[in-house]
């Protein structure tokens, strides 16, 4: 709208000026000049039009062997691509033919590289586009861009001799969302509405196939139509990599890298719960660059060690604390971790005091599998962990410190989410038309409640929390299974104490 205007004005100087019998060229010149700078995005849109857009068509080819992990989302797709491989025993038994495929799952799992793999499994075309470069902010395009890519398929399957074309839709989510919630932009609409009479008008009949396979880690947001029979009726999760998992794509990662005898990749894989595989790909590349840096010719296992906090926190940073700021986020750091392994056994990864990116130091927990729903359980237990940094300061050290900030605001966030779901002693209400007074009333009524009992079970484990602390120290950094063998075993040796005081008292 505003570049019209903008035009319009333009023109209509350089039009008064001309009649004025000024000399227009230099104005001319800086006009142009103006609208290539203003129209450089635009420019990118006129490309397109003329179809050098940026779709990506070269197929370098990923088979399923080299997607690590991932077996139930595999077989699901391999299962569905049987059906267009043996279109015609299909055919015969009446079988429609599959038309689109979605994997959901979160980002990095490899949902790119399954439909790639799928591509070559069914010998097809593969044309990949992302879901944002069909919103333009001129009507019609994004529908225009939808008609075109069907074609362009269609005409790419026929001049390489294929039957398939595989069209890759990722982050479909962006043009697929629930139609009509975006207010005065029908654009989403109107390509959203292209892509499904695209899809529904795919025929069995027609001597190319093309196969829909889109990509996305918000599947609630989709608009229901799109998975209606017809459409994307089959939809494979892409999951983050359990730990046999992981092993593998670590496997897959490390391959052309050469390690040392020491390197135990199963250790690793056990020590990144929660990674995808663009993490582990990224731990493995990190873990390269360290050795490099070492003039190392091969990659040790500290050096894969190393990249796991680098990848999840960033870099390592030079300035290190003086002894007294390193013993108080040991402090703090066990205290985390200690409370997280009472109120939810297992539950820590690692935790460091080397301090990276934001953190000074950092306790990883592996996080819970859903993570879509969480009970008020679940909340209570991650409120403990949030505060037990602090709690812990303040009992070893007398006061807190600056460095709980960060978990103080995640807690208010957490407690916020609980009053409004209607765990707080205020009952269901509408947080909206609740008084900020009253709201803050109930927030530091939980906050109190838990940490009170995070104190309680500190306290307890005071001894614990101290011994682990000079450990921390002294190792810089503790394996989740180091944590839990120190916890278990001076439990043992507690145990173990008041069995002999009863033996000597018997
Ligand atoms: P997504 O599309 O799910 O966001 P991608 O397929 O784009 O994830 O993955 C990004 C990169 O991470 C890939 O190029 C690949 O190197 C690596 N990766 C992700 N998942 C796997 C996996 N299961 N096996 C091997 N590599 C993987
Ligand atoms: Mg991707
Ligand atoms: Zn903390």
Redesign the pocket.
Known sequence: MKKEVALGLGLGILFFALLQGLDVLPLLLVGILLYVFYERGGLKVLRRHLGHDSTETTLTPITFQ?????QTAKKELQEALDFIKTDEKAATLGIKPLKGIL?T????????????AAATYTDAVFLSVAGSEFIEMYAGVGAQRVRGLFQRARHLAAQNHKRTAVIFI?EIDVLGSKRGQYQGHMEYDQTLNQLLAEMDGIKSSTNIKILVIA?T?RQDMLDPALLRPGRFDRVVR?DL?DKE?RH??LK??TNNKPLADDVDLTAIARATFGF???????LANEAAILALRENSSVIMQRHLIESIDKVSLGEKLDRRPHKEELWRIAVHEVGHAVVSEKVRPGSVAALTIISRGQALGYTRQIPKNDSYLYTETYLRAQLKILLAGLVAEELLLGSGSTGAQGDLEHAVSIVKKMIQAGMSSLGLISVNDTSNACLQEAISEILNQEKQETKRILQEQRSHVVALAHKLMEKERLEGEELRASLSQKRLAADSNSKTEKVLAV
Not at 66 to 70: D, E, F, P, Y
Not at 276 to 282: F, Q, Y
Request: zero cysteines; proline letters at 9%; glycine letters at 20%.
């Open positions: 080299q997607v690590g992990g991932q994997l799952g979160p980002p990095g799992t490899g949902k790119t590289l399954l439909a790639k990722d990509a880690n892409v990599p998992g593998q794509i897959l990662h995808s595989g663009a993490h582990l790909e990224s």
